[in-house]
T-cell receptor, first 116, second 116 residues
Framework: AQTVTQSQPEMSVQEAETVTLSCTYD???????LFWYKQPPSRQMILVIR??????QNATENRFSVNFQKAAKSFSLKISDSQLGDTAMYFC?????????????FGKGTKLSVIP | DTGVSQDPRHKITKRGQNVTFRCDPI?????LYWYRQTLGQGPEFLTY????????KSRLLSDRFSAERPKGSFSTLEIQRTEQGDSAMYLC??????????????FGEGSRLTVL
């Protein structure tokens, strides 16, 4: 069963605008990290932002921020002032329920296109 | 370049042949992961090493797949008797020692396998 759900296969945003990518997850871990990774076309996957579940404050990295709702198991990514270089696949990742501590389950991804 | 490197980047083979992929992690990283990514999907966990010990294996890793990390540095992933369903991008990632896991994964560019 899929444990990370990204419900938006594709999204587009005008340059300089704000866009939010959604993610829901399921885990039985008590304390865990959540991640958003970016995979530009034909390039390697890189970390965008991560959130520790025990921290109530939402993580922020420059133009990227998250809206973490632990009870709802929701972890959305907000990109402000979108830039052309933000065009990529975005993957949400979390530890799956009942798995070892070092696994991550990735969602199917959201393809984001930034339009000039 | 001191990132994660994978070799070969592309491999085309005929069904039934054996293939081997190599991954060189970032030098100070003791954790190494293999993931598989098919078109339109997020990466799927295959296996995890801490130093030379293979600590986790996915059910996706059938008997035809074997991974090694003999000296705790580079790793190899071998697929025997390849099938067309093995066609995918094989991603290697590494991460440094940390008190809590998993932390950030540093990915290579992947090895793309095409089985004819």
């Amino acid at each position: 069963a899929q444990t990370v759900t990204q419900s938006q296969p594709e999204m587009s945003v005008q340059e300089a605008e704000t866009v939010t990518l959604s993610c829901t997850y399921d885990t039985s871990e008590n304390n865990y990290y959540l991640f958003w990774y970016k995979q530009p076309p034909s390039r390697q996957m890189i970390l965008v932002i991560r959130q520790e579940a025990y921290k109530q404050q939402n993580a922020t990295e420059n133009r990227f921020s998250v809206n973490f709702q632990k009870a709802a198991k929701s972890f959305s990514l907000k990109i402000s002032d979108s830039q052309l270089g933000d065009t990529a696949m975005y993957f949400c990742a979390s530890p799956p329920p009942g798995a070892g501590s070092y696994q991550l389950t990735f969602g199917k991804g959201t393809k984001l296109s930034v339009i000039p | 370049d001191t990132g994660v490197s994978q070799d070969p980047r592309h491999k085309i083979t005929k069904r039934g042949q054996n293939v081997t992929f190599r991954c060189d992690p970032i030098s100070e990283h003791n954790r190494l992961y293999w993931y598989r990514q098919t078109l339109g999907q997020g990466p799927e966990f295959l296996t995890y090493f801490q130093n030379e010990a293979q600590l986790e294996k996915s059910r996706l890793l059938s008997d035809r797949f074997s991974a090694e990390r003999p000296k705790g540095s580079f790793s190899t992933l071998e697929i025997q008797r390849t099938e067309q369903g093995d066609s995918a991008m094989y991603l290697c990632a590494s991460s440094p020692p940390s008190g809590r896991a998993p932390g950030e994964l540093f990915f290579g560019e992947g090895s793309r396998l095409t089985v004819l």
